[in-house]
Structure formats: structure tokens, C-alpha cells
């Protein structure tokens, strides 16, 4: 069978993938890089990213401000040596991007402007308009093509890491123009696959997200970490599930239930004022203003439609001026997909599922447990999120980790001899499997959409907002007779151009890891933090729980959890307090002893 | 508004065919759905063999351009409502100019050409270290190249456009805005570079200001605009290069735009 080979391998083209294939041309330009993915890089799902990218520039900030609304954020599930690398290196990032001519919104003097974002305690968030990672993303695309050791494979779709004498050392992948399924081996291969929003029925991920990278890392034997953490962004549009912004409630918006009360000052937001204040309110973080909602629902206050019931996001004080230069893609995304007109009328918007927390499980350079293998971005868990992340910081996250992984794979790559040939072997049993298992299989009678439908609907109501044990129990069962089902599926088209049902064939199973990673992980954690609110257990549980869950696959296909020590830097565990002043960060507060859960 | 509409659709695999060949799929019309939707309804319920490309379904990642009834449009910004009358039937296909590899799918290889071929990054002389901050660029700089930024490469000006059509090596409209969206940026010092590509005749000059591409931009960007300032641009340079020879041959800039 055809093989190619690289030293580096980047899964993914979006922000943390081209990033890192930079910053490794740059550790080495006689590096030979490649990167891959399934569409072409500008089609990466960092281009719908909106509201900005936090990083500290202004006098009146600090890094430790930063790092401590962030872990307190993550209701101190964050490992604390990443936070304080992360806000660190977020600005040179920022800047970075800067002279690569990303086209930052600015100050009437001409220096980068910053916004206020939920939970950040000061204007850190720079933006490109409200098209920040559109702008990201093309910014870094149009940097690489001046990179000539960075290869490209564009619509190629990864089904398999390569993994011998304990390392990984490719991949399979099919070629989807011609259909070939070729080896494409490397000395380090890095995920920047992005996240799996797909795996629940109303999301704002694109088509794309299917969390491939983090099925392909646990099939290998990675561990995922922190998959009980969904974030769900509290102003999606009914449904398309498109995302309006947060800097939409940065720049004044107001959440109104259906008496046009801004409810959220029932739900310990603080009190409403007339202009933003920092962490109040309607800057509140994601899991609190989401979980908000669920609580109005019950009461009845919010309004009934055929996609599930909605709250208003009320822009209209705002005026015409400031919507149209600060939040002119909001504005277009009314116009165009809800057929109304933000400067006159309400946005309706409801919860809806927009970003994992957990991810493969790596360290702070990028690399995972499993040897040539590391990971990047939404794919990845350092963890600087935490059990909920903050608007936009997962766009800084992007180029801090991106650059980390691209230099650590580097300097991998270095000290290792080319991939055996051997090798080969495994791939060859691979494209033997999809051909016996998809493109050759007789029978079958199940479609794609049937049981893609029915996981999706298992996993949001075992797995929403809020959990439960039963539930959980219950969409663990019928995972399993779904991944039992998934073996009987039928593919209508069977040639080799670019056979996308095949394509789907494939993301479905990967999803269906995914969602059983979810779904174990919430079953586990038997209390309540950040994005992971379990009824029967309401509290927080610092004794037992301030801990990652560390999820494995077994080879039989069954799968077992475990849990690894919070890393505590500076800042004691302590209440999360929003729409009061936030208490001062502990400078020198001794790290607290950490206990493993049983 | 209908209850159903019918959707005419080019099949076409080159395993299989040696031309395309219309089939004709019912589906619902829902006041919300667009006309991606009819064709996602198609692939999960009816065919899934049914082959175009999608992703993000919010009109920015620029994979979803198809000619609906003849018109190049993103098909997850176009409702199927607005042709729930006309006769009931919607005619979707492959955006033209372009060669078909399956059913909606086109070939964007030489487009990708095109665009490395005008260098879209930022050329400087010299970089300055990251210690010394950020270029300074006043939000009226910013202004006078933001919307040449806007591209979100999904081609439908190429599908537009009559010159691309009768002219294959035209680098075409979008590679054309975005060469401009760097050479209008205060802090780029490219443009003597780029010009150098784009100042031969399938470069600009291939251009015959028909404007289509304006017109069928889904983002706004006037690529027409960026074409005639080009243009103009590039006159003033040629005139200056019997002063200064540019020190390089036809065959050279032909090179460097990957058309020989």
C-alpha cells in the first residue's frame, strides 16, 4: 500500500494546528511538516469563533488577574502551572498574530482595543470585530503558505493512529478525492482536531465537530480527561443553534425572561445596572447564566417555540451605531438566518451546547501519556478550562498550546530514528477493516442518521445541563446497544470519490466513543462543579473530587475511570463569587494537600 | 408557501458516469430551512450516496457554494421557502467554472494555486522583536482595507464571473481582493512584490468589469473595486518600469503565479 513520511504530523488545520506547524517550521525549517485534515484549513471550525481572545495588555491588568478569574472560572478544576504559562504567554501570542497582519480591532490611537468578556474581572479580550476567529484563522492559513516545509494534505480523513513499540508513529488515512487509503507515517503526530459538539442534538458546532481526535487518541490508548465537562453558551439561536455572541452582553446586552425582567439577578449574578459591570450579571460565567435558564424554564418565565423555549437578549439600547461596528456579524446572523433585526427587535436564544472542556489528556508542553503523540486546542485537556471555560480564552488556548505542542513535538522528532517499516502492516489490516466493514459489507439495515439521531438525543438527556444517576445509568445502556447497532449499518454509496457517507460512517462511531466517555465520566463524579451539575449530588466536593477523571479505553471495548490530582500553584480552592467584588487572589497561600478519590 | 418542493439535482461520479444526469428529490419546505437543509434531509432519509460539501451552516467557513436556479449562493444562507412557488422546483448544482469531481462537489485545487500565488501574508522589510509591541494602525487604517478581509474564499465569484469562464489562468476575483487587502494594510510593504504577479494578462488585466463578483458576494466584499484599483495602480507601474526595469521576465512572473 502507498506510504508517505514526515517528521511532524499536524491532525487538524484550524487555529492550533497551524499554528503549531509554524512555530515547529520555526524550531527547525529542515523539519519536514505535514498537515492534515479532513476539509481544507479555512474551513476549520476556529473560523466561527466570534467575540475575542483574552490576553493582558492594559496597564490597569495583571497576569495573576487573569489566572485567577480563570481557575476560579473553572471552579478550581484547572491545573494551575498551565493557567500561569497560559496568561502568560497569551499576550505574546496575541501580538504574534498581530504582525502576522490579523486585523485586531483598535483604539483611536491605534494601539489593540480590548473588551470586557464573561467572568474576566478586567477589559482583556482582543477582537476583530465579532469575527475574531474567521480573522484568526485566515490570518494563520495565509502565514503558512510562505512556509514551504509545511505540507498540506487538505480533505484527507484520519481512521487510525499508528502505534508500535509504545509510540505513535502515523496514521492511516483516506485520500477523499480519489478514495485512496494510504500510511502516513511521522516521528510525532499532534491533534489539533477540535471538539465534539456534534455528539448532542442542538449545538453550535459545525458539521465537522465529531470529536475524531479524541476517539482516535483513546482507541490508541490515550486517556480523555474531564469529559463530564460540556459547556453549553447561554445565547444560541433556536433552531439553527447558531451562536450570538458574549460580546453581545459585553457591550450592554440584556438576558430578559418572557415579562422582560433580567432574571438573572434572582440567581446570585448581583444586581442590574443600566451599563456592564465586570463579572455580574449578564458577564457572568457560561455554567451559571446557562444553568439560570433551566431554573426560569421551570418557574414558566421563559417563552414556548417549536425549538424549545427561548429568553430575549435585548441589544436594542445599544443602539445602531456600536451594533453595527462592534457586533455587526450578530446583526447579519438575525438578519439572515432569524429574520429579525437586533437594532429594533429581541434576539430569542436558548442553551446550547458549544464547547468541551475535557479533551486527550496532556501535559503543559502538549505531549500525551502515549509516547509521539500530542495534542492541541479543543482536542486536548491541559486543563486551563477547568470545569467551565471563559469566553475567549479558548482562542489564546489555540496559539499558546498550539506553539507549545508544535516545539515539544519538535524536539521530539529530533531524537527519534524514522518509523519502521513494519509499521506498514498495521495499516494495511486497517484499510482491510474499512473495506470489509464499509465500502464490501453485504446487508445491513441500519442508516446513519437514524442512530446519529438517536445518540444525540440519548446524550442530552442523560447528559444536559443538569445530571442525575439514574439517567446517566440509562444513557450508558443505550449507548451500548447503539455502538451494538452501529455494526449492522448500511451504506448506500460504496464508490471510492469522495464518498462522504463513508465519511459519516466513520465520525459516527468515533462519536459514539465520545459519548460514551461523557456519559461515564458524569456517572462517576458524584457531585457538582462549573458545567457538571448533578441533582443528586448538589455540592461541590473539594475532599474527593478536586481531581481530573482520567477515562480509558480497555481492549475489550470496555472502558474504566480513574482520577488524577488537581495541580494547586497559588491560589486555594474557594467559592466562586459573581456580581459582588471577587475576593483578592491568595498570592502566597501554600498549596493545599490534595486527596486522590478512591 | 408550498408543503413540498422539488429539488433537480446533477448526479454525477466519474466511476459511474460520463456525464452528469438530473434527479429529482421531493422534500418538505419548513419556513426555517434552508436550502442545505433539503439536501441534509436528502442524505439522512432518501440517498446517502448524495455528495456536496458542508460545515459550519453560518454563512463563514465558505464550503457550501452551489448555483441555486442558477445563481451562485451559499446554500446554508439561502431559505428553500423563496422558491416554494415558482413552479415548486429548485435546480441545485455544482458551481460552475469549475471541474466537478461528484454531484456538488467542485475542485478547488487550482484555486488554492491562485491564491498562494499573490503572497497573502504580510511582507515587511524588517521585524521589528515582538518587545517593541504592536504596529500601530489607526482604526481608519483599519477601515480602508477591512472589507477586502471579509473573503471567506467560497468561491462564488469565480462561478460569477464571465472572464474566468472563458479564461482559466485569470487569477480571478478573490485571489485579486485579497493581494489588495494586504497591499491596502498600513503595515504591509508588499505591494512592489505583488504587483509583479498580478500586472501580466491573466493577471488584472484579463478583467472586463462586468462587476459580477461585487454582486454575488455573500461577505460584501467588492473584489470589482479591488480589480480596478489594481488596475490602475499597476498602469502607474508599468509606465514607471521604462525608468526602472523590473529586472524581471514574463517568464518569471508567470512562474511565480504557477501558470507555466
Same mark, same amino acid.
Given at each position: 500500500?502507498?506510504?508517505?513520511s ?6 487538524g488545520g ?56 480563570t ?25 504574534q %498574530?498581530?504582525? &502576522? ?24 479580550? &482582543? ?28 480533505? &484527507? ?9 509504545g ?8 485520500? +477523499? ?26 449545538t ?6 465529531n470529536?475524531?481526535?479524541?476517539? %482516535? ?10 469529559m ?35 432574571? +438573572? ?42 425549538? !424549545? ?53 496532556t ?16 482536542v ?29 513535538a ?81 451504506l ?64 475489550? !471495548? ?13 491560589w ?27 | 408557501?408550498?408543503?413540498?418542493i ?16 438530473f ?42 457554494? #452551489? #448555483? ?8 446554508? /444562507? ?38 498562494k ?15 517593541e ?16 478581509? #471579509? ?14 469562464g472563458?479564461d482559466?489562468?485569470?487569477v ?23 504587483? /509583479?504577479?498580478l ?17 454575488v ?28 526595469? #523590473? ?14
Open positions: 500500500m502507498d506510504a508517505s514526515h517528521d511532524i504530523l499536524l491532525v484550524g487555529g492550533a494546528g497551524l499554528r503549531a506547524a509554524i512555530a515547529a517550521a520555526e524550531v527547525d525549517p529542515k523539519l519536514n511538516i505535514a498537515v492534515i485534515s479532513k476539509v481544507y484549513p479555512m474551513r476549520s471550525h476556529t473560523v466561527s469563533a466570534e467575540g475575542g481572545a483574552a490576553g493582558v495588555v492594559k496597564p490597569d491588568d495583571s497576569l495573576d488577574e487573569h489566572a485567577y478569574d481557575i476560579s472560572g473553572g471552579d478550581w478544576l484547572c491545573d494551575q502551572d498551565a493557567v500561569e504559562a497560559f496568561v502568560k504567554e497569551a499576550p505574546q501570542e496575541l501580538l %498574530l498581530e504582525r &502576522w497582519g490579523c486585523p485586531w480591532s483598535r483604539e483611536p490611537d491605534g494601539h489593540i482595543a480590548v473588551r470586557a468578556f464573561g467572568g474576566m474581572k478586567k477589559r482583556r479580550t &482582543w477582537f476583530a470585530a465579532d469575527k475574531t476567529g474567521f480573522h484568526m484563522l485566515h490570518t494563520l492559513f495565509q502565514t503558512t503558505l510562505k512556509y514551504d516545509p509545511i505540507v498540506r494534505y487538505d480533505e &484527507w480523513f484520519v481512521t487510525k493512529l499508528l502505534v508500535d513499540d509510540r505513535v508513529q502515523g496514521v492511516v488515512a483516506i485520500e +477523499l478525492m480519489s478514495g485512496k487509503i494510504q500510511a502516513i507515517t511521522a516521528k510525532a503526530v499532534i491533534l489539533c482536531t477540535g471538539g465534539c459538539g456534534r455528539v448532542f442534538p442542538f453550535t458546532n459545525a458539521n465537522i465537530k470529536g475524531d481526535g479524541m476517539a %482516535l487518541a483513546s482507541r490508541a490508548g490515550a486517556p480523555l480527561k474531564d463530564e465537562f460540556m459547556q453549553y453558551h447561554p445565547t444560541g439561536l433556536p433552531f439553527t443553534g447558531i451562536l450570538i455572541t458574549e460580546a453581545a452582553r459585553s457591550e450592554g446586552g440584556y438576558m430578559l425572561n418572557k415579562d422582560g425582567y433580567r432574571y +438573572l439577578q434572582d440567581y446570585n449574578l448581583g444586581t442590574p445596572q443600566s451599563t456592564p459591570v465586570l463579572r455580574s450579571m449578564e458577564l457572568g460565567p457560561r455554567d451559571r447564566l446557562s444553568q439560570a435558564f433551566v431554573k426560569e424554564d421551570q418557574k414558566g418565565r421563559t417563552i414556548p417555540t417549536p425549538y !424549545g423555549s427561548v429568553v430575549h437578549l435585548d441589544l436594542r439600547h445599544l443602539g445602531e451605531k456600536v451594533i453595527n461596528t462592534k457586533l455587526p456579524f450578530v446583526r447579519e446572523l438575525c438578519l439572515k438566518y432569524q429574520n429579525i433585526d437586533p437594532i429594533k427587535e429581541l434576539i430569542p436564544v436558548r442553551p446550547v451546547v458549544h464547547y468541551m472542556m475535557g479533551g486527550v489528556s501535559d503543559i508542553t502538549g505531549a500525551t501519556p502515549l509516547a509521539g503523540l500530542f495534542a492541541a486546542g479543543e486536548a485537556c491541559v486543563s486551563i478550562n477547568g470545569a467551565n471555560r471563559l469566553g475567549s480564552n479558548s482562542l489564546p488556548e489555540c496559539l499558546v498550546f498550539g506553539a507549545r505542542a508544535g516545539r515539544a519538535a524536539a521530539f522528532a529530533a531524537e527519534q530514528k524514522a518509523p519502521d517499516h513494519k509499521i506498514l502492516a498495521q495499516a494495511s489490516d486497517e484499510k482491510d477493516r474499512l473495506e470489509t466493514q464499509f465500502l464490501r459489507k453485504s446487508g445491513g439495515r441500519e442508516r446513519i442518521a437514524t442512530i446519529r439521531e438517536e445518540m444525540q438525543k440519548t446524550v442530552e438527556q442523560s447528559a444536559g445541563i443538569y445530571r442525575e444517576e439514574k439517567s446517566l445509568a440509562e444513557g450508558a445502556g443505550k449507548l451500548r446497544e447503539l455502538q451494538e447497532r452501529y455494526h449492522d449499518i448500511n448506500d454509496d460504496r464508490s471510492r470519490t469522495f464518498n462522504t457517507e463513508l465519511e459519516a460512517a466513520l465520525e459516527l462511531g468515533f462519536m459514539l466513543d465520545v459519548a460514551e466517555s461523557i456519559v461515564q465520566c458524569a456517572l462517576h463524579r458524584t457531585e457538582s462543579r462549573g458545567a457538571h451539575q448533578r441533582t443528586d449530588f448538589a455540592a461541590r466536593n473539594d475532599q474527593k473530587f478536586l481531581a481530573h477523571s482520567l477515562h480509558y479505553r480497555n481492549p475489550d !471495548g470496555s472502558s474504566r475511570v480513574e482520577y488524577l490530582p488537581v495541580k494547586i500553584t497559588r486555594a480552592p474557594g467559592e466562586r463569587v459573581y456580581g459582588e467584588p471577587a475576593e483578592k487572589p491568595r498570592e502566597d497561600s501554600p498549596a493545599v494537600p490534595i486527596r486522590r478519590a478512591s | 408557501m408550498a408543503d413540498k422539488t429539488l433537480e439535482i446533477p448526479r454525477y461520479s466519474p466511476e459511474r458516469d460520463t456525464e452528469p444526469r434527479e429529482a428529490f421531493e422534500v418538505p419546505v419548513h419556513k426555517e430551512w434552508v436550502v442545505l437543509d433539503a439536501l441534509n434531509y436528502i442524505k439522512d432519509k432518501v440517498d446517502g450516496s448524495l455528495t456536496y460539501r458542508w460545515s459550519c451552516r453560518m454563512g463563514i467557513c465558505g464550503s457550501c457554494g #452551489m #448555483m441555486v436556479n442558477g445563481e451562485p449562493k451559499l446554500s446554508c /444562507a439561502t431559505f428553500l421557502s423563496s422558491y416554494a412557488h415558482n413552479g415548486n422546483k429548485v435546480r441545485v448544482e455544482p458551481l460552475r467554472y469549475f471541474p466537478v469531481v461528484r454531484d456538488l462537489v467542485t475542485e478547488l485545487s487550482d484555486f488554492l494555486h491562485k491564491l500565488a499573490v503572497k497573502p501574508w504580510l511582507i515587511r522589510q524588517q521585524e521589528p522583536p515582538l518587545s509591541g504592536e504596529f500601530l494602525q489607526t482604526p481608519e487604517q483599519l477601515e480602508n482595507y477591512k472589507q477586502f478581509s #471579509m473573503c471567506i474564499n467560497c468561491t462564488l465569484c469565480y462561478a460569477a464571473c464571465p472572464v474566468v472563458l482559466p489562468v485569470f480571478g476575483p478573490a485571489a485579486i481582493a485579497l493581494a489588495q487587502r494586504y497591499n491596502k494594510d498600513s503595515r504591509d510593504q508588499g505591494a512592489e512584490e505583488r504587483i /509583479a504577479v500586472a501580466h494578462p491573466e493577471g488584472i488585466w484579463g478583467c472586463t468589469f462586468v462587476g459580477e463578483c461585487t454582486r458576494c455573500p461577505k460584501h466584499v467588492d473584489p470589482a473595486g479591488a480589480i480596478q484599483e489594481y488596475k490602475l495602480k499597476a498602469a502607474l507601474h508599468w509606465l514607471k518600469s521604462f525608468v526602472t526595469p #523590473m529586472g524581471r521576465t514574463t517568464k518569471d512572473v508567470r512562474h511565480e503565479a504557477g501558470n507555466d
